[in-house]
């Protein structure tokens, strides 16, 4: 079965501070896609990022990054510098590419991420 | 471009009372989705489509209908709202190459009482 697990519901730190969010997934899949989503107080979902199970090089945008390790299963996000505007729940997610038109995504519970002043 | 839209953003209905979700998308996007979220629960799919004229169930269809007349509107009805059906639903489109990089619209958030 499929499985996404964000362990840490809620992470608080100040700003300034490097924050890192942890997805662990499971599935029997050789071909995989996994995702971040973020979901501020506003409540809109914001898709972050996606990557394939075949790609496992490290990604930077900004003050975001991205750990894909397929060897524990972890696809793990990092805040650098972290600011106010950067609380919001995060989500993990994994996709099953062999499914044919069964296109779902698994989704973790979330972390929530409060960054004080 | 908007994206997503949904409409309406928020709803009271009395248990039994029926109401109809909208969902649009101007990206030309295949497949579009209904999820509701709720507090402890996370993301779960109510229903699905991969294209116009066709729709499959999700995790939760039970309750809920829906309809994709139009590639670009993904409608979702409660026949007879009760209050287990309180909660946030969106609705998120992708594109079939795209392999699932949904996205998603504001929300609605639905109050039965």
């Known amino acids: 079965a499929q499985k996404v697990t964000q362990a840490q519901t809620e992470i608080s730190v100040v700003e300034k501070e490097d924050v890192t969010l942890d997805c662990v997934y499971e599935t029997r899949d050789t071909t995989y896609y996994l995702f971040w989503y973020k979901q501020p107080p506003s409540g809109e979902l914001v898709f972050l990022i996606r990557r394939n199970s075949f790609d496992e090089q490290n990604e930077i945008s900004g003050r975001y990054s991205w750990n894909f390790q397929k060897s524990t299963s972890s696809f793990n996000f990092t805040i650098t510098a972290s600011q106010v505007v950067d609380s919001a729940v995060y989500f993990c997610?994994?996709?099953?590419?062999?499914?044919?038109?069964?296109?779902?995504?698994?989704w973790g519970l979330g972390t929530s991420l409060a960054v004080n002043p | 471009n908007a994206g997503v839209t949904q409409t309406p953003k928020f709803r009271v209905l009395k248990t039994g009372q029926s109401m109809t979700l909208l969902c649009a998308q101007d990206?030309?996007?295949?497949?579009m989705y209904w999820y509701r979220q709720d507090p402890g629960m996370g993301l779960r799919l109510i229903h699905y489509?991969?294209?116009?004229?066709?729709?499959a169930k999700g995790e939760v269809p039970d309750g809920y209908n829906v309809s994709r007349l139009k590639k670009q509107n993904f409608l979702l009805g409660l026949e007879s709202a009760a209050p287990s059906q309180t909660s946030v639903y969106f609705c998120?489109?992708?594109?079939?190459?795209?392999?699932?990089?949904?996205?998603f619209g504001p929300g609605t958030r639905l109050t039965v009482t």
């Open positions: 997610a994994l996709s099953d590419l062999n499914a044919g038109n069964n296109r779902k995504l698994i």
């Open positions: 990206m030309n996007h295949e497949y």
């Open positions: 489509s991969v294209g116009e004229g066709t729709t």
């Open positions: 998120a489109s992708s594109h079939r190459d795209r392999a699932n990089e949904q996205y």
